[in-house]
Every structure is written in structure tokens, then in C-alpha cells.
């Protein structure tokens, strides 16, 4: 067998030419969206004013199972893409286990993360249909970031609402994004309606990608030639992503390699859905297995504890309504370091194949997720970003189950973006002042008890 590289690079012409859209092989389609005022099942025209329209036709469309890149994209994705797949073999060295540890690596772009795969797509059909410009939220801003910089190279104006914690806690970000020519805003501001009624209604709130969401919504719609782009959580963004695991799938038959587990940190669900979306095809279509791992913060876990219901996908019930693992659209995370994790809910993809078994889900304590992001750092050499780090934690956690067993499995992660924006919860971590929070039973019931009542 082949020595395997501590890298695997594919060449340009191996990048995808076309998305994979694994609704296509769901025997159990994701519930459509809803009309929050109607309840009835929204179209086509009823998302016009929101969102652009070709990523309106992808969002909708549940049967076609493949779509080809556009060359503009294809063009742009080569100044970043192919990312590298890499063999951890410093950390298998370091946890002494049988276990082979790869990690497809997103982080190699100004951006610091996988979000340019869908920025520079729905920033092209925005140019496409003649728009001034886009509107959007972000957490950690690394959306923000590669939606900054997707508009510059198509000369769009774009306006970003970043979660109040994470732009007084990430000015660097901030500036990253001005750089590029975005306005940026931290929310709940008073700029917009939304925004003044959360703020009165949750004083000195530090904010979540919920409220983000309603005032980007807002500025969007009542702002002429402009609408409103998603980082996360829509059926689109997972199509987009989908290069990660098409690219990562790719670089394992080049040597042979079958995973046997797959890891993914999860927030809105636009890595973890990407980085699986061709390796659950196999498993939808019966012709392999794999056992497919979500990982997420403790203090928001919409997967582990939230309840499979619709729901607002924002704090100011302004867009339509998503049946998804959710803790009510009410619900304000802890201001925990992991902000592009920050979500109250899910991907409706990823919660319908999570409800239907094709995969699990584990929380992890921000503490536990920093302990093994510095020692990835020291033993990997690079430093990963706090949300690629729950992946990191999930892997480390499987590998050394590997060695008290003496399994030899194989185990493929997600690591996002790097952390180099992030250096104020490494500092909270090393200093020995970071916290964990994990919210109790009772403020979830309070949140549920405010989800709308649908009868689907």
C-alpha cells in the first residue's frame, strides 16, 4: 500500500464541477418551510422578497441531485480550493492509538474558514440578478468575513449584523470585514424595529445569530435591490458546502481509504452538512455505513435537548418557519466563545436525518473543547478555530476509545477555519477565567413553551 502523505492535495481540475444535493436521496424529505402568518407551505413567490432567486430554486428543490457550478464560481474557488486532507500523524503518535486520524482542513483562505464556499456562491447569483447588494448576520464572523469578501470581488455593497459579544470580543474580525468594504453592526442594534424590541425586551442582552438574523431580514426587505444571504442553516448552504466532502471523498479513494466514523462540529449544520453530504448518500443508498458524529456546545445544544419542531429561524419571527431540532427561537445562548456555534437551532437536512437515525450527536463543555484545541495546536501545529475544535474534542475522545479497545478505525473531522481571531478565549482559557454553562431544564421548558403551535 501506499505511503500515506501528511497531506493530500487534489488538483484543480478535481474539484467538484457540480454541488451534491443529498435531499435527493432522502427517503424522508426535510418539512417545507412555512408561512408564519398562514402556516400554509411557502412557494417560490412568497420567498421572492428575501431571498435571490436562483438560490430560491435551490432551496426548494429536493429531487435534483446534482447542480453544476457556475464557471464564475469555479473560477473563484481555485484561488483557495482544493483544500488539503491531512493525516494527524503527530496526534495518533501523541494518543498512543491504533486509530488513523484525517482531517480536511477549510482553513487555508483570508477568510479563516469554510464559509466562502457559499458566500461566493450566493454573492454570484445576487451579481446575477442585478442586485445593489446583500444583507446578513454573523457570529464568529467568519461568515461575515467571507461574505465581505465575496461582495468585493463582485462589487456588491454588503451590510453585516454581528452578534454584540463577538464584535466587542473580535474587533480584529471586525476590521477584517470593513477592510473589505462591509458595514458592520452589532446586534441587537437600534437601527432597525427588530432590533429596538429585543433590545427593550432583553436589556444589555449580549445577542445571538437569531436576532442577527431579524434585523439583517429587516434591513433587507425594506431596502430596495437588496436581500438577504444565510451562512447556515438552509438547504442551499448545505448544497454549496457539499465540495467539502465531494473533495474530501475524492482524496480518501486516492489511497484506498474507508472511514469508518465522521465528525463534524454543529451549529447551523453548513460544515457538518457538507463535510458528510456525499458519504450519507452511500449510507442513504445502501451501498455503505458509516457511523456520522454531530458535536456541539453544552450551552447550546439544539441537538441533544432541543425539541423537532417548527420554529422561527430568528429571535424577531420575521422569516418563515423551519421544522428543525430547536430551543426556541427565544432562546439566548450563553455568550460562550464558540460564536459561529451560537444557534438556537438546526439544519432542517441534518435534523431530519438525525431524527430518522442516520446519525448522532454529542455535546461537549467549552473547557474540555479548548483542552483539546491547544493540544492540537502543540502537537499538529495549527491553531483551530473554537468551533472546529468540538470536532477536535470528538475525535481525540473516539481515538482513545480506540486504544483501550485496540480497534484500528479510521476517523475523518471537519476543522473548519483557524483561531486566530479568537485569541480572547484562548486568553480566558489560559488564565484559567473561562466558564461552562450548560442551561438547565427548566430554561429550555421556558423556551419551548413559546414555540409556535403547528399542527404538521
Request: hydrophobic letters at 35%.
Amino acid at each position: 500500500m501506499k505511503k500515506i502523505p501528511n497531506k493530500i492535495y487534489l488538483s484543480e481540475d478535481e474539484i467538484p464541477k457540480q454541488w451534491y444535493n443529498v435531499r435527493a436521496d432522502m427517503k424522508n424529505k426535510p418539512a417545507p418551510l412555512l408561512n408564519p402568518g398562514t402556516g400554509e407551505v411557502m412557494q417560490f413567490e412568497d420567498l421572492r422578497p428575501v431571498f435571490c432567486d436562483d438560490l430560491i430554486r435551490q432551496e426548494l428543490d429536493n429531487d435534483t441531485p446534482f447542480f453544476d457550478i457556475p464557471e464564475e464560481i469555479q473560477e473563484y474557488y481555485k484561488t483557495y480550493r482544493p483544500s488539503p486532507l491531512c493525516r494527524a500523524y503527530h496526534l495518533e503518535k501523541a494518543l498512543d492509538t491504533p486509530a488513523k486520524i484525517y482531517y480536511k482542513f477549510e482553513g487555508n483562505n483570508t477568510s479563516g474558514s469554510h464559509k466562502l464556499n457559499s458566500s461566493i456562491a450566493q454573492a454570484y447569483y445576487a451579481k446575477k440578478q442585478g442586485l445593489k447588494g446583500v444583507t446578513t448576520e454573523t457570529g464568529a464572523g467568519q461568515w461575515g468575513t467571507a461574505l465581505s469578501m465575496a461582495c468585493a470581488y463582485f462589487h456588491l455593497d454588503c451590510r453585516v449584523y454581528m452578534v454584540k459579544v463577538s464584535y466587542e470580543q473580535k474587533p480584529f474580525r471586525r476590521e477584517v470585514m470593513r477592510t473589505y468594504g462591509a458595514t458592520v453592526t452589532p446586534s441587537p442594534s437600534m437601527n432597525t424595529e427588530v432590533g429596538r424590541k429585543i433590545n427593550a425586551e432583553h436589556p444589555g442582552t449580549t445577542g445571538s445569530l437569531g436576532c442577527a438574523i431579524s434585523e439583517a431580514v429587516e434591513d433587507a426587505t425594506t431596502h430596495e435591490g437588496y436581500r438577504y444571504v444565510l451562512g447556515s442553516v438552509l438547504n442551499q448552504v448545505v448544497l454549496h458546502q457539499s465540495v467539502i466532502g465531494l473533495e474530501t471523498q475524492t482524496a480518501l479513494k486516492k489511497y484506498g481509504i474507508e472511514p469508518d466514523i465522521i465528525i463534524g462540529c454543529a451549529g447551523g449544520g453548513s460544515n457538518l452538512g457538507g463535510l458528510i453530504a456525499p458519504f450519507m448518500g452511500e449510507k442513504l443508498r445502501g451501498e455503505k455505513d458509516y457511523r456520522i458524529i454531530a458535536v456541539e456546545p453544552a450551552s447550546c445544544p439544539s441537538f441533544t435537548r432541543g425539541k423537532f419542531a417548527y420554529d422561527f429561524c430568528d429571535t424577531g419571527m420575521v422569516t418563515p418557519l423551519a421544522k428543525m431540532y430547536t430551543l426556541g427561537y427565544d432562546f439566548i445562548p450563553s455568550p460562550n466563545h464558540a460564536g459561529g456555534l451560537r444557534y438556537h437551532g438546526m439544519s432542517p437536512i441534518l435534523s431530519q436525518l438525525y431524527h430518522d437515525g442516520y446519525m448522532e450527536a454529542v455535546s461537549e463543555e467549552q473547557t474540555s473543547v479548548f483542552a483539546a484545541a491547544e493540544q492540537f495546536a502543540r502537537i499538529e501545529g495549527i491553531l483551530p478555530a473554537p468551533e472546529s475544535s468540538h470536532a477536535i474534542r470528538a475525535a481525540i475522545d473516539e481515538a482513545l476509545k480506540c486504544k483501550e479497545t485496540g480497534e484500528a478505525k479510521t476517523i475523518v473531522f471537519g476543522l473548519t477555519g483557524t483561531g486566530y481571531f479568537d485569541m480572547t478565549a484562548y486568553e480566558a482559557y489560559n488564565d484559567g477565567t473561562m466558564k461552562d454553562y450548560i442551561p438547565t431544564d427548566e430554561e429550555l421548558e421556558e423556551s419551548f413553551k413559546k414555540l409556535p403551535k403547528i399542527n404538521r
